[in-house]
């Protein structure tokens, strides 16, 4: 067995146990995370001192107390649909954007909040190809939006907005803001182009992609082969 092989194999299981090790992650922020802190708060009653030679119950009281946490949220998110929760809701940002320094933080975050639940759209939509950081050189994108406002008005050439993300972790990477005739649509989707990135270019779509014949009388349609 070559050392290519045996690297390859590796990057294999690597990207099975992936998925694995990510819901592992997310799980386990949850319960330490948040059932953690609330477990003193929701259990208070529960000697803390009986629990050290039974740590499988800590870890019990930690799952029930995100669970619990959640549920809450869930409430407070379906109050805030209803009449007198969406007037609290009122007086509670009202109140927020009157304290000098928190109104700052407070509302600029609420902007961004807003400006992703309130997008029809999903946020990337469109994978696209641009030269960056010299030309010559090209990496994958994400197509966000087009250039609007002082940035739109003070550029000689209309500009579209393109989010590059970095390998392997795509929730960091660059905005850049590039004329449109210096944009290279791609057919891929962006769930594919996400895999190109966060692979590292080790998993690559197939192109072009899997058509569909012409219906026949008769018949159904059938995937033409690559």
């Not at 807003?114 to 197509?143: C, H, I, M």
């Not at 390998?167 to 891929?188: A, H, Y």
């Amino acid at each position: 067995m070559s050392i290519r092989s045996i690297r390859n194999a590796f990057i294999s299981g690597l990207l099975l146990l992936a998925p694995v090790g990510v819901t592992v992650f997310v799980l386990n922020f949850l319960v330490n995370s948040l059932g953690g802190p609330s477990t003193k708060l929701f259990f208070f009653f529960v000697d803390r001192n009986l629990l050290d030679g039974y740590p499988l119950i800590e870890v019990v009281l930690n799952v029930l107390s995100a669970i619990i946490v959640c549920l809450l949220i869930t409430l407070f998110g379906w109050f805030s649909k209803l009449l007198l929760g969406r007037f609290m809701l009122a007086m509670f940002e009202r109140f927020m954007v009157s304290v000098p320094l928190v109104r700052t933080v407070y509302a600029t975050v609420k902007q961004i909040i807003d400006t992703f639940a309130s997008n029809k759209q999903a946020v990337f939509r469109k994978t696209v190809l641009v030269e960056y950081p010299r030309k010559g050189v090209f990496v994958l994108g994400f197509l966000t939006s087009d250039g609007r406002g002082e940035v739109q008005v003070k550029t000689s050439s209309e500009v579209l907005n393109i989010f590059v993300p970095t390998t392997p972790n795509p929730t960091s990477g660059f905005l850049l803001m590039v004329p449109r005739e210096e944009v290279i649509m791609m057919d891929m989707s962006v769930a594919d182009g996400m895999k190109v990135i966060i692979s590292g270019g080790a998993v690559t779509p197939p192109y072009p992609a899997k058509e569909r014949k012409p219906v026949a009388e008769g018949g159904a349609a059938e995937l033409a082969p690559e």
